[in-house]
């Protein structure tokens, strides 16, 4: 059996789906897949949830393999140019393929592909243009939000709702709202899934939702993914706070710089609860006390609260791009929302009674 296709082509298909693949126990999936037929070379490779695809022109029989080794060939195929022939000899113990051009040549051992599921084919409901930077960088901006719960799948998704991204774990949300991709119906993507964005050269993509799967498809390259199961009935509307005690704004880089003061200062292993006390920041872990002062800018701070280091750092980190970060607050039990360009995001407290909330000396 014997094909041929572009070498430059090849390798660049290889490495862009080669970012997906993780550990298997079953050797082959945790490899890059090669199918041929119908004059193109499909390449694919999963992380067991997703698939990353890239489809280029071939003649040439049909077969299917699967490489024993991708990291070897990554580092091979650059230096095939020209015309490349795919010959597959061996039996299904001790299959090889051969690769040549008019310079070089070598023999790799490969193996059968039957553990690879076939990428599910998106019928679409519903098809969109989407901006693939603007959208990647949308994704990052909320999907810290996002843990892994067996009892809600909902909480480790991307919520695609009219012009809004948002996502909620059950203990933060994180909403972005932007002009560039606005969806008819609401629909729910893996954030694992969606990390694989990067992949894609192309500015733009077109987003196909079907009934169970999802595809994003740009040059030639498909992400192809599940739709997350919808396990509650969460809206924005309900979950923002509707009463507001104070609002006030601070300087999002000198609070951010005071958020990573006290995490350096504290134990990275340890669930770290932070008082704000007019504007001043205080921490404590095993081994002493900690506090930074934070300007308000805007408006008077007197709800003191406490919340998560960690969770209230990564959501001042992600309201990027702005100077002044609002922050609204209800009381010591209600969640702390901040506002940050088109980026909202929200932390629920901690029980302050159980905080040691004495000022710093």
């Known amino acids: 059996m014997k094909s041929t296709l572009d070498a430059a082509a090849f390798a660049a298909a290889v490495k862009s789906v080669s970012g997906i693949l993780t550990k298997f126990e079953v050797p082959q999936l945790a490899q890059v897949r090669v199918q041929l037929a119908d004059d193109a070379c499909r390449v694919s490779a999963t992380d067991g949830r997703a698939w990353l695809s890239v489809d280029i022109p071939a003649t040439g029989e049909q077969f299917s393999f699967v490489f024993r080794n991708t990291e070897k060939l990554l580092r091979v195929l650059p230096h095939l140019g020209g015309e490349l022939t795919l010959e597959a000899s061996g039996t299904d113990n001790d299959r090889k393929i051969y690769l040549h051009t008019s310079e070089k040549?070598?023999?790799?051992?490969?193996?059968?592909?039957?553990?690879?599921?076939?990428?599910?084919?998106?019928?679409?409901?519903?098809?969109?243009?989407?901006?693939?930077?603007?959208?990647?960088?949308?994704?990052?901006?909320?999907?810290?939000?996002?843990?892994?719960?067996?009892?809600?799948?909902?909480?480790?998704?991307?919520?695609?709702?009219?012009?809004?991204?948002?996502?909620?774990?059950?203990?933060?949300?994180?909403?972005?709202?932007?002009?560039?991709?606005?969806?008819?119906?609401?629909?729910?993507?893996?954030?694992?899934?969606?990390?694989?964005?990067?992949?894609?050269?192309?500015?733009?993509?077109?987003?196909?939702?079907?009934?169970?799967?999802?595809?994003?498809?740009?040059?030639?390259?498909?992400?192809?993914?599940?739709?997350?199961?919808?396990?509650?009935?969460?809206?924005?509307?309900?979950?923002?706070?509707?009463?507001?005690?104070?609002?006030?704004?601070?300087?999002?880089?000198?609070?951010?710089?005071?958020?990573?003061?006290?995490?350096?200062?504290?134990?990275?292993?340890e669930q770290i609860k932070v008082v704000f006390d007019e504007g001043l920041l205080i921490a404590y872990d095993r081994h002493g006390k900690y506090a930074a002062k934070v300007q308000l800018v805007e408006g008077n701070s007197e709800v003191r609260y406490a919340f998560n280091l960690a969770y209230m750092r990564q959501a001042v980190e992600h309201l990027g791009g702005v100077e002044l970060v609002q922050i609204d607050a209800i009381s010591g039990l209600s969640p702390i929302v901040l506002h940050g360009g088109n980026a909202t995001a929200m932390v629920l407290p901690m029980r302050l009674h159980e905080a040691r909330c004495a000022k710093a000396a």
Request: with cysteine; glycine share 4%; charged share 30%.
């Open 105 to 269: 040549a070598g023999e790799f051992p490969v193996l059968e592909d039957a553990a690879h599921d076939e990428i599910s084919r998106v019928i679409p409901l519903r098809r969109y243009e989407v901006d693939l930077k603007t959208l990647r960088q949308r994704v990052t901006s909320v999907a810290y939000a996002t843990c892994i719960r067996k009892d809600r799948p909902a909480s480790a998704g991307v919520r695609f709702e009219d012009k809004r991204l948002w996502c909620v774990d059950g203990y933060r949300m994180a909403i972005h709202q932007d002009d560039s991709l606005s969806v008819s119906e609401p629909f729910i993507l893996p954030a694992s899934a969606l990390k694989h964005l990067g992949a894609f050269k192309d500015k733009n993509g077109v987003l196909a939702v079907g009934k169970d799967y999802a595809a994003i498809t740009a040059g030639g390259m498909t992400l192809t993914c599940p739709l997350v199961e919808r396990s509650d009935e969460l809206k924005i509307e309900t979950a923002m706070p509707k009463r507001l005690t104070e609002t006030y704004k601070v300087n999002r880089r000198e609070y951010l710089d005071a958020l990573k003061y006290l995490t350096d200062c504290t134990n990275a292993k």
